[in-house]
């Protein structure tokens, strides 16, 4: 969510990075540069906002995501790592917080709503 990746982006001194999507699609890019000397390229993607329905809310869930990371990643092919934060705050009926870092060794694809 937006809200959520902007003292990210704003911590990292992060800039709109508008060419990594197709101008008719509502995702929305930031790069920069973060570490001494060489340092590491930082990209931070958002979902954007509802553009149909004109709410403001934001685009969430697995579909805006994958198709995010598809687009993202046929422009950036050499990128080293991916991270997928926000996943898990629907997981709290089974013990999961907001906030809570997951290191996984798998990975599995479901499209359902967890309560």
Do not use: Q, W
């Not at 060419?19 to 699609?25: A, G």
């Not at 709410?55 to 990643?73: E, K, M, Q, R, S």
């Not at 013990?95 to 996984?104: A, H, M, N, Q, W």
């Amino acid at each position: 969510m937006e809200a959520e990746a902007h003292p990210f982006v704003e911590h990292l001194g992060l800039e709109s990075y508008p060419d990594l999507f197709p101008s008719h699609v509502p995702f929305r890019a930031y790069r920069g540069t973060h570490g001494e000397e060489e340092g590491a390229t930082v990209t931070v993607i958002t979902n954007g906002k509802d553009g149909v329905y004109s709410t403001g809310v934001d685009n969430c869930g697995t579909v805006p995501a994958a198709l995010a990371t598809f687009l993202a990643l046929s422009k950036v092919p050499d990128c080293d790592v991916l991270i997928n934060a926000g996943t898990a705050g629907g997981f709290a009926r089974v013990g999961g917080s907001i906030g809570d870092v997951y290191l996984t060794s798998a990975v599995a694809h479901h499209d359902r709503y967890v309560r």
